[in-house]
């Protein structure tokens, strides 16, 4: 059964640093591209960072261009996202997402979804 655990939330101030993890259980998890999207309440849930399935390239999002890096450790089964800089409008629920293919920022292109985690910032 495919799983995918998010941790490393929490509340933070603004200007702080925090980092997500994301512990991965499929078999073949050096196959997949990994994303990270975000949620806020009343929002549509949006595209943050992606990693090809190698982890050579990356891709983010305009407003998290220079603040937020996306990693992956295969061997792990783990993707990271290192978030730094925190503004109070990164508050949301953070989630990572597995592709089997191309890192796509559509959240429709993600065949496996984690629960969310929590991040708060305040200003």
């Known amino acids: 059964q495919v799983q995918l655990v998010e941790s490393g939330g929490g509340l933070v101030q603004a200007g702080g640093s925090l980092r997500l993890s994301c512990a991965v259980s499929?078999?073949?998890?050096?196959?997949?591209?990994m994303g990270w999207f975000r949620q806020s309440p009343g929002k549509e849930r949006e595209f943050v960072a992606g990693i090809t399935w190698s982890g050579g390239n990356t891709y983010y999002a305009d407003s998290m261009k220079g603040r937020f890096t996306i990693s992956r450790d295969n061997a792990e089964n783990t993707v990271y996202l290192q978030m730094n800089s925190l503004k109070p409008e990164d508050t949301a629920v953070y989630y990572c997402?597995?592709?089997?293919?191309?890192?796509?920022?559509?959240?429709?292109?993600?065949?496996?979804w984690g629960q969310g985690t929590q991040v708060t910032v305040s200003s």
């Open positions: 997402a597995a592709r089997n293919g191309a890192v796509a920022p559509i959240r429709m292109a993600y065949d496996y």
């Open positions: 499929i078999r073949t998890f050096g196959s997949y591209a």
